[in-house]
Structures are given as structure tokens and as C-alpha cells.
């Protein structure tokens, strides 16, 4: 028994076609567009782990073999990538494009978070966005972290 497809007729080179077309356009429209975020004043809310990543800091951030400090900060291994686009209302004035973000660098300076940073966990934070701008900051976008909420 032969199938249908690989027989000889007229209908071959046709179906051939429409399934290759297919083929071509099904990863594009199976696979989710990332979130679009904007930079503060919007205020997000991200689900994610927490980790804390070490990094090397002064005097030159290249190498801690080399002499360089340690610096060590607060990372959320996001849940789902997102891409931040600018708008006029942004208040961030290093403010760009960046897309398929998957980690942000926490700047928390509220005092109540610090007891809930546990890492390994998975949280809920919310704040406003800025974009990296000194050594210090260790991920393209930082979180200007407002709360933080442990997950179940």
C-alpha cells in the first residue's frame, strides 16, 4: 500500500508546497511574543528565583584573580523573558531598547525587603525598571525593587 502523498499525481507538487509553507510559519506563530514593559514611571510586577551572583567590582570590573573587589548582587532569574521598550514618558534618562531580558539586577533600598531575600526562592517582586549605567549594576535592566513576596 502506497500512501497518498507519494504516489505519482497531479495533487504531489501541491500538498508538497502547502505543507512546506506550513513548516516555515508554524515556529513563528506556535512560540508566545515576549511581554512588553516600559521603564519608570511604570510600576511591573515579575515572578522569578532569586539569586545572588558574584561578580568582580573596583577598580577596573574585569577580573577578581586580578586584584579586582568582590561584588556581590541580588539577581531574579525571571519566570518569562520580556522585552522594555522606551516611550516618552519614561523617566529614565539612559533609557533603551532591550529585548528577551530572562534576569534583572535587584536595587532594593527598602529595609523590609532584606529579611524576605531567601536565595533558591520563588518570588513575586514589584517596582519600576531603570537601564544599567556604572559597574556596579550587573544586568541590563535593574529593578528599583518596591516589594518582594515569596510564591508558593
Same mark, same amino acid.
Given at each position: 500500500?502506497?500512501?497518498?502523498?507519494?504516489?505519482?499525481?497531479?495533487?504531489?507538487?501541491?500538498?508538497?508546497?502547502?505543507?512546506?509553507?506550513?513548516?516555515?510559519?508554524?515556529?513563528?506563530?506556535? %512560540?508566545?511574543?515576549?511581554?512588553?514593559? !516600559?521603564?519608570?514611571? %511604570?510600576?511591573?510586577?515579575?515572578?522569578?528565583?532569586?539569586?545572588?551572583?558574584?561578580?568582580?567590582?573596583?577598580?577596573?570590573?574585569?577580573?577578581?584573580?586580578?586584584?579586582?573587589?568582590?561584588?556581590?548582587?541580588?539577581?531574579?532569574?525571571?519566570?518569562?523573558?520580556? @522585552?522594555?521598550?522606551?516611550?516618552?514618558?519614561?523617566? %529614565?534618562?539612559?533609557?533603551?531598547?532591550?529585548?528577551?531580558?530572562?534576569?534583572?539586577?535587584?536595587?532594593?533600598?527598602?529595609?523590609?525587603?532584606?529579611?524576605?531575600?531567601?536565595? =533558591?526562592?520563588?518570588?513575586?517582586?514589584? =517596582?519600576?525598571?531603570?537601564?544599567?549605567?556604572? =559597574?556596579? !549594576?550587573?544586568?541590563?535592566?535593574?529593578?528599583?525593587?518596591?516589594?518582594? @513576596? %515569596?510564591?508558593?
Amino acid at each position: 500500500m502506497k500512501y497518498l502523498l507519494l504516489e505519482e499525481s497531479p495533487m504531489r507538487d501541491s500538498v508538497y508546497i502547502i505543507l512546506l509553507m506550513f513548516s516555515l510559519f508554524l515556529p513563528f506563530s506556535a %512560540e508566545a511574543a515576549n511581554r512588553i514593559l !516600559h521603564y519608570k514611571p %511604570e510600576v511591573v510586577a515579575l515572578k522569578g528565583i532569586v539569586e545572588v551572583q558574584t561578580f568582580p567590582g573596583p577598580p577596573n570590573y574585569e577580573s577578581i584573580k586580578a586584584g579586582d573587589k568582590i561584588e556581590k548582587a541580588w539577581i531574579l532569574r525571571l519566570d518569562e523573558p520580556f @522585552d522594555i521598550v522606551t516611550t516618552q514618558q519614561d523617566q %529614565e534618562p539612559n533609557a533603551e531598547l532591550e529585548n528577551n531580558v530572562k534576569v534583572i539586577h535587584l536595587a532594593i533600598d527598602n529595609d523590609a525587603i532584606w529579611p524576605k531575600l531567601k536565595v =533558591g526562592k520563588h518570588v513575586l517582586v514589584k =517596582g519600576s525598571f531603570y537601564h544599567r549605567f556604572n =559597574g556596579h !549594576h550587573h544586568a541590563r535592566v535593574l529593578l528599583e525593587t518596591q516589594s518582594l @513576596d %515569596e510564591v508558593k
